[in-house]
């Protein structure tokens, strides 16, 4: 028997970045819009908890307990009391790694339900939206998808009104960055800017209420104008060549730009799914990265895609 999963990955329409806290995570006001470019996990009983991965980025996913769709499984089992978990997971990896997508972790919300599935556990959604937050920040989102608030260290959802389909494109970099390493060069640029870092200088930071908007009503040139993503200043820092690739975007007709997450793939808000393509196919055509992807979004959070 196997339980195949379906998980998106997520491009930050708002990052706000809050202060460092004393747990070594910053406040967010993360609003998180989930797209159809997305893995796919695959459940097979097994032994013990083992992983294999295919897809162009496969030999730089780890295949040991660092994987959070092998976390997921262990979390899971241990959860139900289950002692020795069986079970095989098999990642179709179509995300960037280490690419500001939250490919990893939604591998780990996948395995939550992929595992969920095969073992019969009907743990509810509330229960897996705790494990995943154990996992990792971004790990709840992948479970949910649509569009939604992530407050607190992004782990707090609230679904938002979406009133249509958003064209994106992903411009795809050469290696990844360290999620942490971004946060520590937001946290350095701050303090170098004699603003302070820590969350007694830094305001809480707030969603949007014109992005909110511009979400509400399905309007792309409102969205395009509120993308704001307070880690790009340190994404640019230390790849300061992914300023060529939103320029690359811009040029060719995007009509909005940002790093994605904490980078380094770059993201393009598009008119409509033609004007994707052309973005995508000048981006390809630019030099500026490594592959661009058009899709679009938002799409629903991990589910049960097929059963064998
Ligand atoms: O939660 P997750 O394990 O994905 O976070 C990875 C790292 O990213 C954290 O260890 C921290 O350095 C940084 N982070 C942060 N503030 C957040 C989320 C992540 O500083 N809200």
């Known amino acids: 028997m196997s339980v195949t999963v379906r998980v998106p990955a997520k491009v930050n329409v708002q990052l706000g970045v809050g202060g460092l806290r004393a747990d070594g995570f910053h406040d967010l006001a993360n609003v998180f819009f989930a797209v159809a470019l997305g893995d796919e996990v695959t459940a097979t009983a097994g032994t013990g908890v083992t992983l294999s991965c295919s897809g162009p980025d ?120 360290s999620t942490p390493a971004v946060f520590r060069e937001c946290d350095r640029l701050r303090d170098e800017a004699g603003t302070g870092f820590g969350d007694t200088d830094v305001a809480t930071p707030d969603a949007d209420p014109a992005l909110l908007a511009a979400l509400a009503d399905g309007d792309v040139v409102a969205l395009a104008g509120a993308l704001a993503n307070d880690l790009q200043p340190a994404a640019l820092s230390l790849r300061p060549a992914l300023a060529d690739t939103l320029r690359a975007g811009t040029e060719a007709g995007a009509l909005g730009a940002l790093v994605s997450g904490s980078g380094p793939t770059c993201a393009f808000l598009a008119k409509d799914a033609d004007a994707a393509a052309a973005v995508a196919a000048a981006l390809r055509a630019s030099g500026t990265c490594r592959a661009a992807h058009a899709t679009y979004g938002p799409v629903p959070g991990a589910a049960v895609s097929a059963r064998g």
């Open 58 to 177: 496969a030999a730089v996913v780890p295949l040991d307990d660092s994987n959070l769709a092998a976390r997921a499984a262990r979390l899971l089992a241990a959860h139900h009391g289950i002692a020795d978990p069986g079970v095989h997971l098999h990642i179709a990896k179509a995300i960037p790694v280490a690419g500001g997508m939250a490919g990893g972790s939604a591998d780990g919300a996948a395995a939550l339900v992929a595992c969920d599935a095969l073992w019969g556990l009907g743990t509810p959604l509330d229960t897996l939206l705790e494990l995943a937050a154990e996992l990792g920040s971004d790990v709840p989102f992948a479970l949910v998808g649509g569009v939604a608030l992530g407050r607190g260290r992004g782990e707090i959802l609230e679904a938002l009104p979406v009133g249509g389909t958003f064209h994106w494109v992903f411009a795809v970099a050469d290696g990844g960055l």
